[in-house]
């Protein structure tokens, strides 16, 4: 029965797909088609109540840098390698590597490693939904981490309803990443992302976190003894600066 659930999620979260030759154009055939990307999680664990999969824990080293999927082509191929690719922009703009990962394999694989997709769980976005967002986090992380690329798992979370499932696929003790991007603009913003940062902290128990974007005291001034924070600058933030090469 829950496979069923995922599998009309699923077809909700993304019904059409981009074609393969052209990311701007669009094909008529619906991920149900494909099985909802089964190939994602081949050989794959589950947990949690929803079966969400999971991306497991690895010993990789604090990167040296994050950078957006859609600014990779900036860094030299000389520094790749110290560098991992993140996904913490709008969900159109990477939209294409949930609906065909296999593409960008040997792309990713030119790189450090890659921080799992940042699929929106907006508060006022249907649960469901946010589910489904959750669960393909997982599983493109889950296939990266298959296909020999290191995997430090995105975590991300709406208001306190999506507790019951944002931490699910993760395994405890592990090397995290989060953004404060676009997350923390008013008070009761920044209460709610402190409130899931606690939480986080609380079923994971980190090792380590990495934060991309601002870290406000009002937000994470309570868990600095906690847990080792690592911030990187954004890239809009580094573009103000006149900064455009990809490092800080």
Not at 83 to 102: A, E, G, S
Not at 124 to 133: F, I
Not at 222 to 248: A, C, M, P
């Amino acid at each position: 029965m829950i496979k069923l659930f995922w599998l009309f999620l699923i077809f909700i979260w993304n019904r059409e797909k981009f074609t393969e030759g052209d990311d701007n154009k669009y094909m008529n055939k619906t991920v149900i088609d494909d099985g909802f990307e089964s190939y994602l999680v081949e050989g794959a664990e589950f947990n949690g109540e929803w079966e969400i999969p999971i991306i497991k824990n690895e010993n990789v080293e604090t990167p040296k840098d994050i950078v957006p999927y859609d600014k990779i082509k900036k860094i030299k191929e000389n520094e790749r390698k110290s560098i991992y690719i993140h996904f913490y922009m709008h969900d159109i703009k990477f939209r294409q590597v949930i609906t065909n990962t296999k593409k960008y394999l040997e792309k990713f694989k030119e790189y450090g490693g890659v921080i799992s997709p940042d699929c929106s769980l907006y508060i006022d976005m249907p649960l469901c939904l946010q589910m489904a967002n959750t669960y393909m986090n997982r599983a493109v992380g889950v296939y990266l981490q298959n296909n020999g690329i290191k995997v430090i798992p995105n975590v991300r979370w709406g208001d306190e309803r999506s507790f019951k499932f944002a931490f699910d696929g993760l395994e405890e003790n592990g090397v995290y990443a989060i953004s404060t991007l676009g997350c923390i603009r008013s008070k009761e913003d920044k209460t709610r992302f402190k409130e899931g940062l606690r939480e986080m902290i609380k079923k994971l128990n980190p090792q380590k976190i990495l934060v991309y974007g601002t870290m406000p005291e009002y937000v994470f001034g309570e868990f600095q003894n906690q847990v080792t924070f690592i911030n990187y600058e954004s890239w809009i933030s580094r573009v103000k600066r006149g900064v455009f090469d990809g490092n800080k």
